[in-house]
């Protein structure tokens, strides 16, 4: 298995609700990453997990919570959401460290009305 | 902080032609990457370069690593419309191997 899985693929929610977007390998990769990709810009990074353990947090507000339950999975839980929020979240694994290319998943489609 | 400045935004080509297309830093990165996004997905690797001056080929593509390690360059032959995408350099470094992006190049290549 070569691959990393998200889901869903697309999401719409409400600004009071509470949704969780996941992320599975199965590459016993040792890394995940969350990214939020606007329209016509580059993924930016929002979350490295390594060895399960929260790495970096790129200054994230607090209504994006990520969760790492074991090594194979990746959450990102959202509540409170605004308008401006909506985008594509995209998963990636890899190795870690240097060299280790990253795989990304398809992204969740999120839109926050 | 760090900044992978790519070029061109975009481009506009008639089948068959050569592409090129570059990304330069100020800093140093230890790996080189380039992806390639279609609409609605998430980014796939082309080719990953690990070594200053390395020059790596994948089908109709060569991407080579800048000898001062802060550049990078992907050349696409022969383009045909499946090519069509937006196109991304990453700079790779420090010891946890985080990845920062260029702005990418939009490729629409005219049939």
């Known amino acids: 298995d070569t691959e990393v899985t998200q889901t869903p693929k697309h999401l719409v929610m409400g600004m009071t609700n509470k949704k969780s977007l996941k992320c599975e390998q199965h590459m016993g990769h040792r890394a995940m990453y969350w990214y939020k990709q606007k329209a016509k810009k580059p993924p930016e990074l929002m979350f490295v997990?390594?060895?399960?353990?929260?790495?970096i947090n790129e200054s994230v507000p607090s209504r994006f919570s990520p969760e790492c339950p074991n090594s194979s999975l990746l959450n990102l839980h959202l509540h409170a959401l605004q308008p401006e929020d909506s985008a594509l979240y995209l998963c990636?694994?890899?190795?870690?460290?240097?060299?280790?290319?990253?795989?990304f998943g398809s992204g969740t489609r999120l839109t926050v009305v | 902080g760090q900044q992978l400045n790519q070029s061109p935004q975009s481009m506009f080509i008639q089948e068959g032609e050569d592409v090129s297309m570059n990304c330069t830093s100020s800093s140093i990165f230890n790996t080189w990457l380039w992806y390639k996004q279609d609409p609605g997905e998430g980014p796939v690797l082309l080719i990953a370069?690990?070594?200053?001056?390395e020059l790596t080929s994948n089908g109709r593509l060569t991407a080579q690593f800048g000898i001062t390690r802060k550049d990078s360059f992907l050349n696409i032959s022969a383009s045909i419309p499946s090519d069509v995408g937006i196109y991304f350099c990453a700079g790779q470094w420090g010891s946890q191997g985080n990845l920062i992006f260029g702005k990418g190049t939009k490729l629409s290549v005219k049939p």
């Open positions: 997990y390594s060895y399960e353990k929260l790495s």
């Open positions: 370069l690990y070594k200053a001056g």
């Open positions: 990636a694994s890899s190795q870690g460290g240097q060299g280790a290319g990253y795989t």
